[in-house]
């Protein structure tokens, strides 16, 4: 075994470890769900940033930046700008508020702030949890599956399959055995090892490349360039098809090929076939030369390749300069696109679960520091890598293998190994929250609200029967989302396409108007999460691309659907005013400056 | 002051930087995004925290008094 593994397998008996460490606590609802409300500040803030980017921060923002150059940086101030947010808006009110009112999860919180005795908001919520997050979890699962076939594939023979069942399964174990608490702990290991690497890779890329003004130089004289990926759909990646070193054999008789000129959209890709070679493309027997184009499936004997996408890359002076070369609605639609990122910050449950957990309000006012420095470092470094990674390994075919591709190939292997395993962290780390958050919606909103199995039960016992049947819901959602991600990963990946957004438009507003405004109504709540859902969806299924045709401008759904849902949550409320509740014991509504508030 | 702070945090604040990097050359941008944008973010950050920390510490010294 070498020692890029050894260290990836202690890192796996850590996590688990902490896993069975942490299952001594859980013993009620609270405990099991929040922590009994006793984080500190290091873990509240490192666990929340590091549950809410995922491996979109070390893969997908990095192949960002391999691909668009310094424009892809306008997504860390729209990261930033949701940190502001939840840090210096939602977690005080959220933190106090939630304690008042004794809830667990955010359903929990709505129906309580509102009074909502037909438990309409509950019932919408774990609707909207199940639809945006169930995927979601799937959705990570697969990527951890990709990530150790990629690190361990050749060596140790480790499917695409194996990868999902290691990973899916050692997520649900300790967050089974452990709850909040443990996903909180290993989330704090896992952010501090996402930002490790995210350090220490883009220190080496830059000072290959003889420093920033250097970098940046050889930046404005790279040269555009246009992909194609392939893959099969058994898993594996056909890396092997360069495109870029034009005709490679697939089958007998086949050849794929990229056509025309360089730069901008010159190329085509295209199958050529031999006289007697016939192909199916999509089905259908097909001769000669065939064009592809992204989403075609070919059958080459017992395999199936899919032509993935066509990956065009900015070159020359436009991959050094921030606005890309971009001017009018392209611009703005791009601007608006990365910035309109944070807007989806405010409604995601397993962030703000995070702040409700927090030990005090100086926990939160610690917690801002620590997340916002982890934010600047984590996000500009991961960006700094991509651009780096252009120049330092530039044929890459796939540009979200940047990172891993320099953690093996780059530095020496106990530390590639540890900065392997931080993609794999950044998985799971995302994975285990929102496993936690979706059982939560099922043992805490359904069985013991909507249920009501505790009054049901009614023996002294209930609160340890109820952490028990939380800890099977547990299981059952997860073994649920590992067979998904085992089945039709194409079916996940249309549902993560509303998660971040659909989540953000439906929870958000009525949330941030919940916490600060004395006259919001359930009703309005109620209008403003069905309208962020449903024209999050609508919107990227078909407005988008009217509204495109219509005004030149591809507009991002959160933005649409957040400022919809604010709207509607606001004149419904004001419609309907006299439906307007307050509970007993929130303070934070009437508190004039929050600073001068006393501990709670 | 809600109202106040969200308005800054969604639009003065994303609108102040795209003027920055429209109206400046591409190396003077470059910098503001690349620098001068997390430097201030940490900065403010930093300072907000010493304040709080000042803010919690007063009544207590006014106690031992």
């Given amino acids: 075994m070498n020692l890029i593994a050894v260290t990836f397998v202690a890192y796996l008996g850590l996590v688990l470890l902490v896993g069975v460490l942490a299952s001594r606590y859980g013993r009620t ?103 945006c997050l169930m995927f979601y979890v799937s959705a990570q699962f697969t990527a951890a599956g990709k990530a150790f076939q ?55 890329t830059v000072s290959s490349a003889g420093g920033f003004g250097a970098l940046f130089g050889e930046l404005r004289r790279a040269p555009p360039r246009v992909e194609g990926v392939f893959e099969v759909t058994e898993g594996a990646r056909l ?72 990956v065009r890359m900015v070159g020359g002076p436009d991959l050094a300069d921030v606005l890309g070369g971009l001017s009018g609605p392209a611009l703005l639609g791009w601007l608006l696109g990365l910035l309109g990122i944070g807007l989806g910050y405010p409604g995601q449950p397993h962030v703000l679960s995070r702040y409700m957990a927090a030990r005090s309000r100086r926990t939160l006012r610690q917690g801002r520091l620590i997340a916002i420095v982890w934010g600047c470092v984590a996000m500009y470094g991961a960006v700094i ?84 049947i939380t800890r099977a819901t547990v299981l059952a959602v997860g073994v649920i989302a ?4 085992l089945g039709d990963v194409r079916a996940i990946f249309w549902f993560v396409l509303f998660a971040w957004s659909g989540l953000g438009a439906a929870f958000g507003p009525p949330l941030l108007l919940a916490l600060f405004w004395r006259r919001v109504t359930r009703w309005g709540a109620l209008a403003g999460m069905l309208s962020g859902l449903l024209v999050t969806v609508f919107w ?32 419904v409320s004001l419609a309907t005013r006299r439906a307007a509740y307050v509970p007993h014991g929130l303070d934070g509504l009437a508190a004039p400056d929050e600073r001068r508030t006393r501990e709670v | 002051m809600f109202l106040w702070r969200l308005l800054f945090v969604y639009l003065v604040l994303p609108a102040a930087l795209v003027l920055l990097a429209i109206l400046t050359p591409p190396t003077t941008r470059l910098w503001i995004l690349l620098v001068a944008f997390p430097v201030a973010l940490m900065l403010f950050a930093f300072l907000g925290f010493l304040a709080d920390r000042r803010a919690d510490a007063a009544p207590t010294q006014a106690g031992r008094r």
């Avoid at chain 1, 056509?259 to 050529?272: I, K, L």
């Avoid at chain 1, 044929?395 to 794999?424: F, N, S």
């Fill in chain 1, 482 to 485: 590992l067979l998904l991600a």
């Fill in chain 1, 239 to 310: 890396e092997e098809v360069g495109i870029e070193t034009e005709g490679v054999d697939l089958a007998p008789g086949v050849t794929l090929a990229r056509e025309g000129s360089a730069g901008g959209d010159g190329y085509r890709f295209v199958a050529r076939l031999g006289r007697e070679t016939a192909i199916e493309v999509n089905g259908e027997p097909r001769r000669g030369l065939v064009e592809l184009a992204p989403g075609d499936r070919m059958a080459l004997g017992s395999r199936t390749v899919t032509f993935e996408k066509i």
């Fill in chain 1, 29 to 131: 609802m609270e405990g099991y769900f929040l922590a009994d409300r006793g984080l500190g500040a290091w873990v509240t803030a490192i666990s929340s940033v590091a549950s809410s980017e995922s491996g979109w921060l070390v893969l997908g923002l990095v192949g960002e930046a391999y691909i668009w150059g310094a424009r892809a940086v306008w997504t860390v101030p729209g990261v930033l700008i949701g940190y502001l947010c939840n840090w210096y808006i939602v977690a005080p009110r959220l933190r106090q508020q939630a304690a008042a009112l004794g809830a667990i999860t955010i359903p929990d919180y709505l129906e309580a702030r509102f009074g909502d005795r037909w438990r309409l908001l509950r019932s919408v919520g774990i609707l909207i949890i199940l639809f």
């Fill in chain 1, 385 to 468: 890598l991509g651009l780096g990674a252009r120049l330092a390994v530039p044929g890459l075919i796939d540009p979200e293998q940047a990172y891993p591709h320099l953690a093996t190939t780059h530095l020496p292997p106990v530390l590639g190994g540890i900065l392997l395993a931080a993609i794999i962290s950044a998985m799971m780390s995302t994975a285990d929250s929102q496993l936690l958050v979706v059982s939560s919606a099922v043992a805490r909103d359904l069985i013991d609200k909507m249920i009501d199995l505790r009054q049901r039960l009614a023996t002294p016992s209930v609160e340890r029967t109820l952490v028990w």
């Fill in chain 1, 150 to 204: 990629k690190a361990f594939g050749e060596d140790y023979g480790i499917t695409y399959q194996h990868g999902v069942l290691i990973g899916g399964l050692i997520t649900i174990l300790y967050t089974l055995l452990g709850g909040f608490r443990a996903v909180s702990w290993t989330d704090l290991a896992q952010g501090l090892l996402m930002a490790v690497g995210l350090v220490v890779l883009p220190i080496v």
């Fill in chain 1, 540 to 571: 990227k299924v078909r407005l988008k691309a009217v509204f495109a045709e219509a005004t030149g401008l591809s507009l991002y759904e959160l933005v649409p659907a957040f400022a919809l849902s604010m709207l509607l949550t606001w004149f």
